[in-house]
């Protein structure tokens, strides 16, 4: 049985919320939170698998404490939830250290398979960000185009698991969602297309 925290400062969101995950027989609604700050209090006494955390709420905002409980060494998986598609919101929630995105125009089925995937361990992205990660990505090289002076390589996915564990240990990374961060930060990767320009933010989170 998976144990959730539902935290989102609107009643209707919760209840409904509640409604479609004990629906399913290995989900459990542990209990709710109306801010940033009972999600807190919530997790410490709870101690869910997974916390459905909103972006925006009062009083402490989700990504605000997203990043309590990350460093307070909450074990719960963190499934952020908004209403709004932006890039911002999404690079945030992940630095914080969120499992996975989703937006709450979500069926039934993406929102019980997310708190399943993150809470076996996976990290997950709503399918819109997804899509447009996918887009970027095609603006790029297409796959086995050579690259000048280099010859052809093989790598077997153990070889690839292997690589990637050696690099999330050398810069003290958790997953790979921490490595993407990393590379955003650190312009080895450009930002997606969707990105809010400076200036146009119409609310804080």
């Given amino acids: 049985m ?18 479609l995950l004990e629906a399913e027989p290995d989900l459990a609604v542990a209990g709710e939170a109306g801010d940033g700050g009972q999600a807190l209090a919530q997790a410490r006494l709870l101690d869910p698998d997974v916390i459905l955390m909103d972006v925006r709420m009062p009083s402490m905002n989700g990504i605000e404490a997203t990043t309590r409980l990350v460093q307070a060494g909450s074990r719960a998986r963190i499934l952020m939830l908004t209403t709004f598609n932006l890039d911002e919101y999404v690079y945030h929630a992940l630095k914080a250290g969120a499992s996975g995105f989703l937006l709450k125009d979500a069926s039934r089925e993406q929102l019980t398979g997310a708190v399943r995937a993150v809470a076996a361990g996976e990290t997950l992205l709503a399918p819109a960000i997804t899509r447009r ?13 050579p690259v000048a002076g280099a010859a052809g390589l093989y790598l077997s996915e153990a070889t690839v698991k292997s690589h990637i564990a050696r690099i999330l240990a050398k810069l003290g990374l958790r997953d790979r969602v921490q490595v993407a961060v990393y590379a955003y930060e650190h312009a ?13 933010e119409t609310r804080p989170f």
Wanted: hydrophobic fraction near 35%; glycine fraction near 14%.
């Fill in 2 to 19: 998976i144990s959730v925290l539902i935290a989102d400062d609107q009643d209707l969101i919760r209840e409904g919320l509640r409604m």
């Fill in 133 to 145: 990660l996918i887009e970027d990505f095609c603006h790029g090289p297409a796959p086995g185009t």
């Fill in 188 to 200: 080895i990767v450009r930002p997606g297309r969707g990105n809010t320009p400076p200036g146009r």
